[in-house]
């Protein structure tokens, strides 16, 4: 459109003044049309108005006009009703011709004709058969004119009566209109720019509230947008307050993982400076600090991952379109996991559909299956199975073992964090519970049952991408 590629040629065009110009461009161009339109049709109705009243002259004309004993057309001009044709160059005419291509001209015809004579196309029109032409006198005047066959009772052939006017006062007539009506449009063009002003400023006024808002929230005054704005608005102060709301809830997790960092890692780091002590004033001690910093240091390192995943997944929370192919993490986790178990001879089998996805970033969920496989792997006696299915939105992912499995009343004390069912087994206690931290930030959910093949049951639920 016109006024799109205007205004995309403006780009520091304010928003006030495109609205603006939109309007006043549209109202301008339709007025226009308008004014064209008006024109054409008040032109078009005078003339018909001008050829009707020129039919009725031509009517009393031919209604006078009688027949001489030797067949001529006589006609007494007194009798006529309109003194113009008795008046020269009045500006009114009538004429009588013989019909036909070699009809005589001007056998009759009226006193403001003077010493001039009509001439029209010779179109011989049928007795009865009206023609209207444009034509112009010998004085270059413009005429319309219009004919009519005439066959008389007692003539010996049909005349041509035609009856002209000038076309001076309704070029005139039109004149008038067209330079009232532009006045009127321009009238009116002026006023629906003054409503078009009034308008704009009315419909932006909220934005004037918004930008209040918005340096009210800058400095820090307030915490979301405040006010109730009109429904065109209202959606974008909505999703700035979400925007906000997410802003805020990131940083306060982000200082509790902070403050949780630093609380876990106090313990290790703890344990490694009172064994450095130790070590100075005991060698026996000293022997056994390389191991000690070992455990510690994965404790320490279990912890890090730990928050980091946090981190990573509250992050892969606000983008938006990440998409994680399933099959292909499971199958590189499962050929992990029977390097790592090589010693227990498992047979690890993946039941995945290639076209399943996980929306949600690839560390996270490389985080969560090899948590759960690990765990399997560890328990099993002989076999791990992982399988996939989607439901609606939702992956449903489940790892099963055939190890010992656990009793129904430990399944939720399994879920929390440091919980270590089964001392025997290394680890951390870290494993479920970053799954279901994990899951829980993705809007998913980690479940516990008793598995077919006799072990464990863990069901993942995860957004499908």
Request: proline residues 5%.
């Amino acid at each position: 459109m016109l006024v799109d590629r205007i205004c995309r040629g403006l780009p520091q065009l304010s928003l006030r003044y495109r609205l603006l110009l939109a309007t006043l461009l549209t109202a301008g161009l339709a007025l226009v049309a308008l004014g064209l339109l008006l024109s054409a049709l008040f032109r078009d109705h005078a003339r018909q108005q001008f050829v009707e009243r020129l039919t009725a002259d031509l009517d009393q004309v031919i209604a006078r006009l009688e027949v001489d004993a030797q067949g001529r057309p006589t006609l007494d001009a007194a009798r006529l009703s309109d003194p113009r044709w008795t008046r020269p160059h009045s500006g009114l005419y009538w004429q009588v011709d013989g019909a036909g291509a070699n009809g005589t001209p001007g056998l009759l015809r009226s006193r403001s004709l003077w010493d001039d004579a009509l001439t029209a196309p010779r179109d011989a029109p049928r007795p009865g058969e009206l023609h209207v032409h444009e034509v112009l006198n010998h004085g270059r005047e413009p005429l319309l004119l219009i004919e009519r066959g005439v066959q008389a009772d007692g003539a010996a052939a049909p005349w041509r009566v035609m009856v002209a006017a000038t076309t001076v006062p309704l070029e005139a007539g039109a004149a008038r209109f067209d330079s009232a009506l532009a006045g009127s449009l321009a009238l009116l063009l002026l006023l629906l720019a003054i409503g078009a002003v009034l308008q704009v400023a009315l419909g932006l006024k909220p934005l004037g509230h918004l930008r209040e808002a918005l340096a009210d929230l800058r400095d820090g005054r307030t915490q979301r947008l405040a006010g109730r704005y009109p429904s065109e608005v209202q959606p974008l102060v909505d999703d700035l307050n979400g925007v906000l709301d997410r802003q805020a809830a990131t940083l306060e997790r982000a200082r509790a993982q902070a403050g949780n960092l630093a609380h876990a890692l106090k313990t290790p780091l703890t344990i490694l400076a009172q064994g450095a002590s130790q070590a100075r004033s005991d060698g026996a001690v000293h022997a056994k600090l390389p191991d000690l910093v070992h455990d510690q240091v994965q404790v320490a390192r279990r912890h890090v991952d730990w928050h980091l995943a946090r981190a990573r997944a509250a992050a892969a929370q606000a983008t938006v379109g990440l998409r994680t192919p399933l099959q292909p993490v499971a199958d590189a986790l499962l050929r992990v996991m029977t390097k790592i178990h090589a010693g227990k001879h498992l047979a690890m089998r993946g039941d995945i559909d290639p076209r399943l996805a996980f929306a949600g970033e690839s560390q996270d969920l490389q985080e969560m299956l090899g948590n759960l496989l690990d765990n399997a792997c560890k328990a099993a006696r002989a076999q791990v199975v992982i399988s996939a299915m989607q439901n609606d939105r939702h992956l449903r992912v489940t790892v099963d073992d055939d190890g010992p499995g656990i009793a129904p009343a430990q399944m939720t004390e399994a879920l929390k964090r440091g919980s270590r069912l089964d001392e025997s087994t290394p680890g951390s206690g870290l494993g479920l519970a970053i799954v279901q931290e994990l899951a829980g930030l993705y809007g998913g959910s980690v479940a516990l049952g008793t598995s077919p093949l006799g072990g464990l049951l863990v069901v993942l639920t995860l957004p499908a991408g």
